[in-house]
Protein backbone atom coordinates (compact mmCIF):
# COMPACT_ATOMS: atom_id res chain seq x y z
CA UNK A 1 0.00 0.00 0.00
CA UNK A 2 1.41 3.28 -1.11
CA UNK A 3 0.77 5.21 2.01
CA UNK A 4 -0.77 4.63 5.78
CA UNK A 5 -4.80 5.42 6.40
CA UNK A 6 -5.44 5.95 9.39
CA UNK A 7 -9.01 5.62 11.23
CA UNK A 8 -11.23 8.43 10.87
CA UNK A 9 -10.12 10.48 13.29
CA UNK A 10 -12.70 13.41 14.31
CA UNK A 11 -10.97 16.34 16.15
CA UNK A 12 -13.60 18.89 17.58
CA UNK A 13 -12.71 22.19 20.19
CA UNK A 14 -14.16 21.95 23.62
CA UNK A 15 -16.93 24.55 22.20
CA UNK A 16 -17.60 22.36 19.24
CA UNK A 17 -20.31 19.72 19.81
CA UNK A 18 -19.01 15.64 19.37
CA UNK A 19 -20.81 15.10 16.14
CA UNK A 20 -19.33 18.73 14.34
CA UNK A 21 -18.22 18.24 10.99
CA UNK A 22 -14.72 17.67 9.57
CA UNK A 23 -14.09 21.21 7.74
CA UNK A 24 -10.80 19.61 5.71
CA UNK A 25 -8.88 16.41 5.15
CA UNK A 26 -4.76 17.01 4.70
CA UNK A 27 -2.60 14.82 3.13
CA UNK A 28 0.78 14.44 4.69
CA UNK A 29 4.29 13.36 2.65
CA UNK A 30 7.79 13.61 4.16
CA UNK A 31 10.74 11.16 4.11
CA UNK A 32 11.87 11.96 7.92
CA UNK A 33 9.98 9.48 10.06
CA UNK A 34 10.40 12.31 13.03
CA UNK A 35 9.45 14.82 11.06
CA UNK A 36 6.43 13.09 9.99
CA UNK A 37 5.36 11.93 13.15
CA UNK A 38 5.32 15.97 14.41
CA UNK A 39 3.14 16.55 11.04
CA UNK A 40 0.47 13.87 12.34
CA UNK A 41 0.49 15.09 15.54
CA UNK A 42 -0.58 18.90 14.72
CA UNK A 43 -2.83 18.04 12.49
CA UNK A 44 -4.31 15.20 15.19
CA UNK A 45 -4.37 18.58 17.59
CA UNK A 46 -6.09 20.89 15.38
CA UNK A 47 -9.66 21.40 15.89
CA UNK A 48 -11.54 20.54 12.38
CA UNK A 49 -8.92 18.85 10.71
CA UNK A 50 -8.50 15.22 9.72
CA UNK A 51 -5.75 12.98 8.75
CA UNK A 52 -6.53 11.77 5.40
CA UNK A 53 -3.15 9.23 5.19
CA UNK A 54 0.62 10.14 5.09
CA UNK A 55 3.00 8.74 3.09
CA UNK A 56 7.52 8.84 2.97
CA UNK A 57 7.42 10.40 -0.83
CA UNK A 58 5.32 12.25 -3.06
CA UNK A 59 3.37 9.60 -5.64
CA UNK A 60 5.44 8.55 -8.95
CA UNK A 61 3.14 5.76 -10.20
CA UNK A 62 -0.39 5.44 -11.63
CA UNK A 63 -0.88 2.83 -8.76
CA UNK A 64 0.54 6.03 -6.47
CA UNK A 65 -1.64 8.59 -7.86
CA UNK A 66 -4.98 6.67 -7.64
CA UNK A 67 -4.19 6.07 -4.09
CA UNK A 68 -4.09 9.88 -3.24
CA UNK A 69 -6.56 10.68 -5.86
CA UNK A 70 -8.92 8.41 -2.91
CA UNK A 71 -7.83 9.69 -0.27
CA UNK A 72 -9.76 12.96 -1.20
CA UNK A 73 -7.36 15.16 0.44
CA UNK A 74 -7.73 19.14 0.42
CA UNK A 75 -4.32 19.71 1.28
CA UNK A 76 -1.66 18.10 0.70
CA UNK A 77 1.43 18.90 2.99
CA UNK A 78 4.80 17.75 1.66
CA UNK A 79 8.01 18.11 2.84
CA UNK A 80 11.36 19.46 0.15
CA UNK A 81 14.58 18.17 1.50
CA UNK A 82 16.87 18.68 -1.17
CA UNK A 83 18.17 22.36 -2.25
CA UNK A 84 17.02 23.75 -5.60
CA UNK A 85 14.77 23.99 -8.04
CA UNK A 86 14.34 20.45 -9.30
CA UNK A 87 13.20 19.30 -5.92
CA UNK A 88 9.81 20.40 -7.01
CA UNK A 89 9.31 19.39 -10.38
CA UNK A 90 6.82 16.25 -8.93
CA UNK A 91 4.60 18.91 -7.12
CA UNK A 92 4.01 20.90 -10.48
CA UNK A 93 2.96 17.52 -11.79
CA UNK A 94 0.61 16.70 -9.04
CA UNK A 95 -0.61 20.58 -9.24
CA UNK A 96 -1.42 19.31 -13.25
CA UNK A 97 -3.46 16.30 -11.79
CA UNK A 98 -4.84 16.81 -8.49
CA UNK A 99 -6.27 20.77 -9.22
CA UNK A 100 -8.83 20.49 -6.62
CA UNK A 101 -6.40 19.76 -3.84
CA UNK A 102 -3.61 22.48 -2.37
CA UNK A 103 -0.16 22.03 -2.25
CA UNK A 104 1.72 22.94 0.24
CA UNK A 105 5.50 22.84 0.49
CA UNK A 106 7.88 22.31 3.73
CA UNK A 107 11.55 23.22 2.50
CA UNK A 108 14.82 22.04 4.52
CA UNK A 109 16.51 24.27 2.37
CA UNK A 110 14.48 27.02 1.26
CA UNK A 111 15.86 29.94 -1.02
CA UNK A 112 15.02 32.27 -3.71
CA UNK A 113 15.25 29.76 -6.82
CA UNK A 114 13.31 27.16 -5.05
CA UNK A 115 10.42 30.10 -4.27
CA UNK A 116 10.31 30.71 -7.49
CA UNK A 117 10.21 27.38 -8.63
CA UNK A 118 6.80 26.39 -6.15
CA UNK A 119 5.10 29.66 -7.35
CA UNK A 120 5.58 28.28 -10.91
CA UNK A 121 4.33 25.00 -9.79
CA UNK A 122 1.13 26.13 -8.53
CA UNK A 123 2.53 25.72 -4.90
CA UNK A 124 -0.38 27.52 -2.32
CA UNK A 125 2.37 27.76 0.45
CA UNK A 126 6.12 27.88 0.66
CA UNK A 127 7.48 27.73 4.70
CA UNK A 128 10.57 26.66 5.84
CA UNK A 129 10.70 23.13 7.89
CA UNK A 130 11.75 25.82 10.52
CA UNK A 131 8.12 27.06 11.06
CA UNK A 132 6.66 26.84 14.53
CA UNK A 133 2.99 24.33 14.69
CA UNK A 134 1.22 27.84 15.19
CA UNK A 135 2.16 29.36 12.32
CA UNK A 136 2.09 26.35 10.42
CA UNK A 137 -1.81 25.66 11.17
CA UNK A 138 -2.56 29.87 10.29
CA UNK A 139 -1.08 28.72 7.08
CA UNK A 140 -2.86 25.46 6.19
CA UNK A 141 -5.95 27.59 7.68
CA UNK A 142 -5.68 30.50 4.85
CA UNK A 143 -4.94 27.59 1.93
CA UNK A 144 -8.53 26.24 3.02
CA UNK A 145 -9.41 29.62 2.64
CA UNK A 146 -8.31 29.43 -0.95
CA UNK A 147 -6.04 32.14 -0.25
CA UNK A 148 -2.19 31.24 -1.34
CA UNK A 149 -0.23 32.61 1.25
CA UNK A 150 3.33 32.20 -1.09
CA UNK A 151 2.09 35.31 -2.83
CA UNK A 152 2.95 37.38 0.23
CA UNK A 153 6.35 35.13 0.32
CA UNK A 154 6.99 36.67 -2.69
CA UNK A 155 5.85 40.32 -2.16
CA UNK A 156 8.54 40.49 0.68
CA UNK A 157 11.32 38.90 -1.81
CA UNK A 158 12.42 41.16 -4.19
CA UNK A 159 14.41 39.02 -6.44
CA UNK A 160 11.51 36.83 -6.98
CA UNK A 161 9.42 39.41 -7.41
CA UNK A 162 11.09 40.69 -10.50
CA UNK A 163 11.36 37.16 -11.78
CA UNK A 164 8.03 36.50 -11.78
CA UNK A 165 7.04 39.83 -13.00
CA UNK A 166 9.98 39.19 -16.29
CA UNK A 167 8.38 35.85 -17.14
CA UNK A 168 4.89 37.56 -17.20
CA UNK A 169 5.79 40.39 -19.52
CA UNK A 170 7.99 37.95 -21.71
CA UNK A 171 4.88 35.74 -21.72
CA UNK A 172 2.50 38.99 -22.55
CA UNK A 173 4.77 40.25 -25.16
CA UNK A 174 4.94 36.75 -27.21
CA UNK A 175 1.25 35.77 -26.66
CA UNK A 176 -0.68 39.60 -27.06
CA UNK A 177 -4.35 39.65 -26.91
CA UNK A 178 -4.66 35.91 -26.12
CA UNK A 179 -2.45 36.85 -22.95
CA UNK A 180 -4.80 39.15 -21.51
CA UNK A 181 -7.83 36.29 -22.93
CA UNK A 182 -6.04 33.55 -20.55
CA UNK A 183 -5.73 36.28 -17.48
CA UNK A 184 -9.27 36.88 -17.59
CA UNK A 185 -10.06 33.84 -17.60
CA UNK A 186 -8.03 33.27 -14.91
CA UNK A 187 -9.91 35.72 -12.68
CA UNK A 188 -13.51 34.85 -13.38
CA UNK A 189 -12.49 30.76 -13.57
CA UNK A 190 -11.28 30.03 -10.11
CA UNK A 191 -12.83 26.93 -9.87
CA UNK A 192 -11.15 23.51 -10.02
CA UNK A 193 -12.37 20.35 -12.01
CA UNK A 194 -13.97 19.18 -9.11
CA UNK A 195 -15.81 21.88 -7.81
CA UNK A 196 -16.88 22.75 -11.52
CA UNK A 197 -18.28 18.80 -11.50
CA UNK A 198 -20.14 19.33 -8.58
CA UNK A 199 -21.70 23.31 -9.78
CA UNK A 200 -23.10 21.14 -12.92
CA UNK A 201 -24.58 19.18 -10.67
CA UNK A 202 -26.00 21.92 -8.60
CA UNK A 203 -26.82 23.52 -11.90
CA UNK A 204 -28.65 19.94 -12.76
CA UNK A 205 -31.16 20.46 -9.53
CA UNK A 206 -29.16 17.49 -7.69
CA UNK A 207 -28.74 17.70 -3.57
CA UNK A 208 -25.94 17.39 -1.74
CA UNK A 209 -26.66 13.87 -0.97
CA UNK A 210 -27.58 13.07 -4.27
CA UNK A 211 -24.33 14.78 -5.66
CA UNK A 212 -22.00 12.42 -3.08
CA UNK A 213 -23.63 9.21 -4.03
CA UNK A 214 -22.92 10.01 -8.02
CA UNK A 215 -19.74 10.93 -7.30
CA UNK A 216 -18.84 8.17 -4.76
CA UNK A 217 -17.56 10.84 -2.16
CA UNK A 218 -19.25 11.60 1.10
CA UNK A 219 -21.78 14.08 1.32
CA UNK A 220 -19.16 16.00 4.27
CA UNK A 221 -17.02 16.58 1.04
CA UNK A 222 -19.70 17.88 -0.59
CA UNK A 223 -20.14 19.97 1.59
CA UNK A 224 -16.99 21.10 1.66
CA UNK A 225 -16.05 22.04 -1.71
CA UNK A 226 -19.90 23.95 -1.71
CA UNK A 227 -18.27 26.25 1.04
CA UNK A 228 -15.01 26.42 -1.55
CA UNK A 229 -17.60 27.30 -4.09
CA UNK A 230 -19.49 29.98 -2.15
CA UNK A 231 -16.01 31.94 -1.27
CA UNK A 232 -14.49 31.29 -4.23
CA UNK A 233 -17.32 32.97 -6.44
CA UNK A 234 -18.62 35.21 -3.61
CA UNK A 235 -22.36 33.86 -4.42
CA UNK A 236 -24.70 33.50 -1.13
CA UNK A 237 -25.89 30.63 -2.06
CA UNK A 238 -25.89 26.97 -4.07
CA UNK A 239 -28.33 28.89 -6.93
CA UNK A 240 -26.80 32.21 -6.71
CA UNK A 241 -22.83 30.22 -7.59
CA UNK A 242 -24.77 28.65 -10.50
CA UNK A 243 -26.44 32.17 -11.25
CA UNK A 244 -22.63 33.12 -11.05
CA UNK A 245 -21.07 30.33 -13.07
CA UNK A 246 -23.84 30.56 -15.99
CA UNK A 247 -22.71 34.44 -16.35
CA UNK A 248 -19.23 34.16 -16.48
CA UNK A 249 -19.26 30.53 -18.76
CA UNK A 250 -17.84 28.60 -16.23
CA UNK A 251 -20.85 25.52 -17.04
CA UNK A 252 -23.02 25.16 -19.47
CA UNK A 253 -27.27 24.83 -18.77
CA UNK A 254 -28.02 21.21 -18.19
CA UNK A 255 -29.86 19.57 -21.01
Same mark, same amino acid.
Given at each position: ????????????? *???????????????? !??? *??? #??????????????????????? *????????? +???????????????????? #???????? /?????????? +? &? &??? !?? !????????????????? %??????????? %???????????????? $? *? $?????? +?? /???? +???????????????????????????????????? %? $?? /?????????????? $???? %????? #???? !?????????????????? /?
Amino acid at each position: MYFSAPQRLYIVS *PSMGRDTAIVAEVFIV !DDQ *PLF #LQGLRALVHAAPGLELAGEASHL *PATDEERSA +LADAEAQVLVFGVNSAGQEA #LRPARLLR /QQFQGTALVA +L &A &AHP !DS !DQLFAAIKAGVAAYLPK %SVTGTEFLSTL %SQVLDGEYPINEAMAI $N *P $NVATRV +LR /QFQD +LSATLGNEMEALVEQALVSPLSTRELEILRNIASGL %S $NK /QIAQRLGISEQTIK $NHVT %SILHK #LDAN !DRTHAVVLALRHGLIAIP /Q
